[in-house]
């Protein structure tokens, strides 16, 4: 079993409307294995603009399923699909984590690897720096989830995940000041998306 990161990009002027309950029983099968899920989100916090889900699955070929049979994938709801292995740094689900959504947004970060041949190198070394720069208790408090992204092998390092908590979007980009690998050009570039926890209330 391994873990599988998905962000789903919606195409511009797609409705999810009519393949809600689709998608939801879609879902549904892999309700004991999904570690998170939720739609990103528009400048209005409500106009979905993508979907990430991060799955546990047996091996890389229930991945393809997981992301092309997704109803909104099959209506043409996405425009595409990333996909990547992934590792769950924290060992917890996005439902372990309590935060204060009354008072704080959420947002998601991918930074994506820089395409170079040494870039799994680089990042190694500049693990330890990493995860120190990440221990502190303000910014461990901040953290739903988080871990590297792999190749389909898990080999390569492609780049990083957080799902973040934090009063707004500045201070989520705040988090990231300092960071040992933007510091050190490790991404190419980097996304960073409102974001909400998803799933059947």
């Known amino acids: ?3 599988y990161f998905f962000y789903f990009r919606d195409r511009a002027g797609a409705s999810r409307r009519d393949h809600v309950e689709a998608h939801r029983a879609f879902m ?3 309700a004991d294995r999904i570690v998170a899920r939720g739609p990103t989100l528009a400048d209005d916090g409500e106009t979905p603009t993508g979907s990430m889900h991060a799955v546990e699955l047996p091996d890389e070929k229930a991945a393809p399923a997981f992301a092309f049979e997704e109803p909104f994938y099959k209506a043409g709801v996405y425009e595409d699909v990333m996909v990547r292995r992934w590792t769950n740094a924290l060992d917890r689900t996005m439902w372990d984590f309590a935060g204060d959504p009354e008072t704080n947004h959420r947002f998601l970060f991918i930074g994506h690897g820089a395409d170079d041949a040494d870039v799994t190198d680089r990042r190694n070394a500049l693990l330890k720096a990493h995860r120190d720069f990440l221990a502190p208790p303000e910014k461990m408090a901040q953290q739903i989830l988080r871990g590297p992204l792999w190749d389909m092998s898990g080999e390569i390092w492609t780049g990083s995940l957080f799902l973040l908590e934090a009063p707004d979007r500045a201070a989520a980009e705040a988090f990231f000041d300092g960071e040992p690998f933007t510091m050190n050009g490790l991404y190419a570039r980097t996304e960073l ?9």
């Open 1 to 3: 079993m391994a873990t």
């Open 28 to 30: 549904d099968g892999y």
């Open 193 to 201: 998306h409102d974001w909400r926890f998803g799933g059947r209330n």
